[in-house]
């Protein structure tokens, strides 16, 4: 398997090469959510689960990467028998490239999404005390 960073690195792309042809895989917002869902789990997880089990994590999430490439029968056993064929450049390439993915400050649509989501309102509380009525402003 040959790792390619070319594509676009810093967006979590790369090429691959599986059994003789190139595969372009896109660590994107869609393997996270294939991954959560799979996991039953939210992005922060994916986080943890990397800093524990790094090999694991990274291999089911080649394997979805790859599945979303046009490979449905791709499996996590398939991605690992591959990842053990990667040189260590070619495994740093494709761990950075996932890091990079899973790195909020990095990925333009996760920044875009979050800057995009409502603030919740303040609750607001209404005291009641002899003549007067105040509106107390809580944090939710």
Not at 84 to 98: D, F, H, K, V
Request: hydrophobic content about 40%; overall charge negative; some cysteine.
């Amino acid at each position: 398997m040959n790792v390619n960073t070319t594509p676009n690195a810093a967006r979590g792309e790369v090429t691959v090469t599986i059994a003789g042809q190139p595969v372009a895989l896109r660590f994107s917002l869609a393997v996270l959510h294939d991954y959560t869902t799979a996991k039953r789990c939210k992005i922060p997880q994916v986080l943890q689960d990397m800093a524990e089990d790094t090999l694991g994590t990274m291999a089911d999430l080649l394997a979805i990467a790859v599945r979303r490439a046009g490979k449905p029968d791709f499996t996590t056993a398939d991605a690992l028998e591959l990842s053990q064929e990667l040189t260590q450049e070619q495994g740093n390439a494709m761990a950075s490239a996932i890091w990079l993915a899973l790195k909020i400050d990095q990925n333009p649509l996760l920044k875009a999404l979050i800057a995009q989501a409502p603030t919740p309102a303040p609750k607001q509380q209404e005291s009641t005390t002899g003549d007067s009525t105040s509106t107390l402003l809580t944090a939710s």
